[in-house]
C-alpha cells in the first residue's frame, strides 16, 4: 500500500470524524468539539506546560478532542469513553484512552509515528 500523503490523511481523518461521529449519535450519546486544530505556538506551550506535545497532531489536523455527552450529562472519565474509542480503533484510528496517560476524549490519526 503506498504511503499517503499528509493531505491524504487530512481527507481520511475528516471521513473517519464523521463516522465517529455517527456511530456516538447511533449509540445513545451526543457530543461536541473540544479542540480540533491546534496552533503549533499552543502546542509549544502545553508542551512546556507538561500538557500535551510540541508535535501534537492537532497541528497537523489528524486529531481531535470530543466532549461526549449521556443523558445530557457530561461524561468526564477517560473509561466513559470505550465504546467509541474501541469504534475509532475499529476505523484505524488512535484512541488517547490507551496512551499511557489515559486521555479518553482524544481521537487520532497517526502520522510519522506520532499518535
Do not use: C
Request: proline fraction near 3%; charge should be positive.
Amino acid at each position: 500500500m503506498a504511503t499517503l500523503t499528509l493531505g491524504q490523511k487530512q481527507r481520511k481523518f475528516t471521513l473517519m470524524v464523521a463516522k465517529l461521529i455517527e456511530w456516538i449519535y447511533a449509540n445513545g450519546y451526543e457530543a461536541s468539539f473540544a479542540e480540533a486544530y491546534r496552533p503549533p505556538e499552543t502546542a509549544a506551550l502545553y508542551a512546556k506546560q507538561g500538557k500535551g506535545v510540541a508535535n501534537s497532531l492537532h497541528t497537523s489536523r489528524l486529531a481531535v478532542d470530543l466532549n461526549l455527552f449521556k443523558d445530557g450529562v457530561y461524561l468526564t472519565k477517560s473509561e466513559q469513553y470505550r465504546g467509541p474509542g474501541e469504534y475509532w480503533e475499529s476505523l484505524g484510528g488512535s484512541w488517547g484512552g490507551r496512551f499511557r496517560s489515559p486521555d479518553g476524549n482524544h481521537f487520532s490519526l497517526e502520522h510519522n509515528g506520532v499518535r
